[in-house]
């Protein structure tokens, strides 16, 4: 089956780190580029990051302050977003998601794993 | 960033019903527009591409239209299984979400 699979989810500590991982299977990963996208309990979705099938290409959205960081390794058709200096307003469901990219534009997004939630919470 | 706008919020329609939703871009995003489709517990599942392509697994009572800054997401006759949050998202610009429409039973 083609699916994205996310994991790493869990309780932090306002302040903390977290490292979220999504294995990716039942396509090649290393064509695809690939994104993070949460959502906030009860609210809408929230695109996060971007990363380019080979990794030479990465873009955060401007919220995330720099306090995120997307990665890859497609040996092991895996993607990653390291988390760092989390508030209780990263509480959310993370998505990992696969871009199919159409010409001129970025690409919509045409494989959503299921999601892992994090909380920040003391 | 290019801002979109989901009317209404909450839409209440009878099965059997058209539903029609709406989606604006702050700016022209030319066709690069996707409907995604949120049942409860679930992630979002690709619905409409280009503004106007189904995606593959749903029926020809969904139909997405419009360019530039308006765009409609059509539901015909509404099916039980329909009853959903629907988000549009345009990637002409990098990425954004409108907040979604939550489409209710009447």
């Known amino acids: 089956d083609v699916q994205l699979v996310e994991s790493g989810g869990g309780l932090v500590q306002p302040g903390g780190s977290l490292r979220l991982s999504c294995a990716a299977s039942g396509f090649t990963f290393s064509n695809y580029s690939m994104n993070w996208v949460r959502q906030a309990p009860g609210k809408g979705l929230e695109w996060i990051s971007y990363i380019s099938s080979s990794s030479s290409a990465v873009f955060n959205a401007d919220s995330m302050k720099g306090r995120f960081a997307i990665s890859r390794d497609n040996a092991k058709n895996s993607l990653y977003l390291q988390m760092s200096s989390l508030t209780a307003e990263d509480t959310a469901v993370y998505y990992c998601?696969?871009?199919?990219?159409?010409?001129?534009?970025?690409?919509?997004?045409?494989?959503w794993g299921r999601g892992t939630l994090v909380t920040v919470s003391s | 960033e290019i801002v979109m706008t989901q009317s209404p919020a909450t839409l209440s329609v009878s099965p059997g019903e058209r539903a029609i939703l709406s989606c604006r871009a702050s700016?022209?995003?030319?066709?690069?527009l996707a409907w995604y489709q949120q049942k409860p517990g679930q992630a979002p599942r690709l619905l409409i591409y280009?503004?106007?392509t189904r995606a593959t697994g749903f029926p020809a009572r969904f139909s997405g239209s419009g360019s530039g800054t308006e765009f409609t997401l059509t539901i015909s006759s509404l099916q039980s299984e329909d009853f959903a949050i629907y988000y549009c998202q345009q990637y002409n610009n990098w990425y954004s979400f409108g907040r979604g429409t939550k489409l209710e039973i009447k």
């Open positions: 998601v696969r871009v199919l990219v159409v010409p001129n534009a970025f690409g919509y997004f045409d494989l």
């Open positions: 280009g503004a106007s």
């Open positions: 700016q022209s995003v030319r066709t690069n």
